[in-house]
């Protein structure tokens, strides 16, 4: 939907949080953003990292290049535009700030939905000729469907639904399996190796305090901070997905006709809470 409304439109793809997909300058990285590259070989793609000013960097030589033709004499408005809290607001306060060396436009924040409408412009780039490069900040843009549940639990646990969509022990679990793939001894601070979430989150809520009336572990509480830990970059530094089966999946033309919304994702989740009570 989105590429049918884009259209033949110019477009620079970037994808943010760089040092959370893997090592930084490990082959691990390097394997997966040439990879990645090949998902739309008809755009620029940039991987930043919120920390790197080589990173933004390149974004704004590219766009300053481009901004250069003899042709453009009435400046440049580049959208940002993305899903929830994938650091678009982020990456503009960087590009500002290293652009035109001025403090931050837009207001950032750890949960979707702080950018509620399209920002005004914000200068990135100065040209002698008054032709200037502008960005503007745009609320995030989701999916009506999402294809699959699994796909689903891979958006939550990055941040780009609300928290209380799913229950975040659920997330944590599916969490759990992810780190068991890369490397168990990630949360050996709390555990031993296990494939249990509960007797893992009970353990990580006693060692944190992170305590309900009377001494008993929050495990809801629990399963947020060990999901933030990973989010941080704390708990290892991998890619949910796996990038050759989607790249399969893109040559073969291969799609899913289910989808689940938001909406269904809060029923389920409304439904599964009440299940216990249902069955008692």
């Known amino acids: 939907m989105f590429e049918e409304a884009l259209g033949k439109t110019r477009r620079l793809v970037v994808y943010t949080k760089r040092d959370l997909g893997a090592e930084p300058r490990s082959s691990a ?5 040439k990879t990645i590259k090949k998902f ?4 620029a793609v940039f991987f930043v990292s919120s920390f790197s000013r080589a990173d933004v960097s390149s974004i704004l030589a590219h766009l300053r290049n481009d901004a250069e033709g003899p042709d453009k004499l009435v400046g440049c408005r580049v959208m940002v535009v993305g899903m929830p809290n994938v650091g678009k607001s982020t ?3 960087n590009l500002r700030n290293q ?3 001025k403090a931050k436009a ?6 979707p939905g702080i950018t509620r409408k399209i920002g005004t412009p914000v200068k990135i780039i100065e040209r002698d000729n008054g032709a200037h490069v502008y960005v503007l900040d745009t609320p995030g843009v989701f999916m009506p469907y999402v294809p699959d549940a699994e ?11 609300k928290d209380s969509v799913i229950s975040p022990v659920t997330l944590a679990d599916y969490l759990l399996y992810h780190i068991n793939l890369h490397n168990p001894g990630q949360y050996q601070r709390w555990s031993q190796p296990t494939n249990e979430i509960s007797p893992l989150l009970d353990s990580f809520a006693r060692q944190t305090g992170l305590l309900a009336k009377g001494g008993i572990p929050n495990i809801d509480l629990a399963a947020l901070h060990f999901i933030q830990k990973w989010r ?4 290892g530094r991998f890619i949910l997905d796996d990038l050759q089966a989607e790249q399969r999946r893109i040559d073969e033309g291969i799609e899913n006709d289910v989808g689940i919304s938001i909406s269904q994702a809060l029923k389920a989740e409304r439904m599964s809470r009440k299940q ?3 069955d008692s």
């Open 29 to 33: 990285q390097q394997t997966a953003e």
């Open 40 to 43: 739309d070989s008809s755009s």
């Open 91 to 93: 990456l503009i306060n």
């Open 99 to 101: 652009g035109v060396r």
């Open 106 to 111: 837009v207001q950032t924040g750890g949960q």
């Open 151 to 161: 796909k689903m639990l891979k958006l939550a646990l990055c941040g780009c639904v």
């Open 232 to 235: 941080s970059g704390e708990l």
């Open 276 to 278: 216990p009570a249902s």
